[in-house]
């Protein structure tokens, strides 16, 4: 039974991976995620279903259009990829809990963000505001009033943080040191962990970015870091510390 479901929640995951990777693409570019279905971005003809088959597709074609020869973007094969395989490590780890959905939640957050933020440097709105509302439905659940009260109030005090941050880094260096979709995220930052455990996943996520930074910025003709995924794999990081027990402020 265990390994059955292993399996439909790796099927699962590449299935919304292949989605995510689709949204990831559509809505920095303004398509809608509904119509029209699935095309190649490059000469815009409309993919086949069996082109379409998440992890098959990109093998089978060997990562190009099969119909301009363009070679197929690898976000699209790891986030399915990626999407599938933490999914089931979700459930190995946390089983059927609170933990395990929160986990499904954040994963599918960070996987479109991966796309958005680090292709386009964009942070969909839709996604934090679903992502939040997907949070607070599993909370109602699980937890008392008084503790997603607590939350809530955690993701209104992370937000004004990471906005106090904005404008004083703003005025410091004369630019815009973060973007807005950076200090929205806070937004579910601050309900997943709470206050104080958000304030450290925070000091990782800005470890971690000023660590890929040094790779990145030589790439990056316009010095624009993409801290967005490194806000969520330092929640996802402390969320599991946090679940073990272990404290590191």
Same mark, same amino acid.
């Given at each position: 039974m265990e390994i059955l479901i292993c399996i439909m929640l790796f099927l699962?995951?590449?299935?919304? @991976?292949s989605f995510? !990777?689709?949204?990831?693409? /559509?809505?920095?570019?303004?398509? *809608?995620? &509904?119509?029209?279905? *699935?095309?190649?971005?490059n000469c815009n003809e409309p993919l086949k279903w069996y082109m379409n088959i998440p992890l098959f597709s990109?093998?089978?074609?060997?990562?190009?259009c099969a119909y301009c020869n363009e070679k197929i973007s690898i976000f699209y094969f790891l986030t399915e990829l990626l999407t599938g395989i933490f999914f089931t490590l979700s459930y190995i780890y946390f089983s059927l809990s609170l933990e395990f959905f929160i986990s499904l939640?954040?994963? #599918? !957050?960070?996987?479109?963000? &991966? =796309?958005?933020?680090? /292709?386009?440097?964009? &942070? #969909?709105?839709r996604v934090i505001i679903i #992502? +939040? +509302? !997907?949070?607070?439905?599993v909370y109602l659940f699980y937890i008392n009033y008084k503790d997603i009260i607590y939350f809530i109030a955690s993701a209104l005090t992370m937000f004004l943080l990471m906005l106090g941050i904005?404008?004083? @880094?703003?005025? =410091?260096?004369? /630019?815009? #040191?973060?973007? @807005?979709g950076d200090v929205k995220l806070m937004l579910l930052v601050g309900l997943t962990l709470g206050i104080i455990d958000g304030i450290t996943s925070l000091l990782i996520s800005s470890t971690l970015g000023l660590i890929f930074s040094i790779i990145l910025i030589k790439k990056n003709e316009e010095k624009i870091i993409p801290f967005g995924p490194f806000l969520l794999i330092g929640t996802i990081i402390m969320f599991l510390l946090s679940y073990n027990g272990i404290n590191i402020v």
């Open positions: 699962l995951g590449i299935c919304l @991976g995510y !990777a689709c949204i990831g693409y /559509r809505i920095p570019n303004k398509i *809608s995620t &509904i119509k029209p279905n *699935s095309f190649c971005p990109y093998i089978y074609l060997k990562g190009k939640i954040l994963i #599918s !957050a960070l996987n479109i963000t &991966i =796309v958005t933020d680090l /292709r386009y440097y964009y &942070i #969909s709105d #992502s +939040i +509302i !997907a949070e607070l439905i904005k404008y004083i @880094g703003d005025k =410091v260096f004369k /630019r815009e #040191s973060l973007g @807005g």
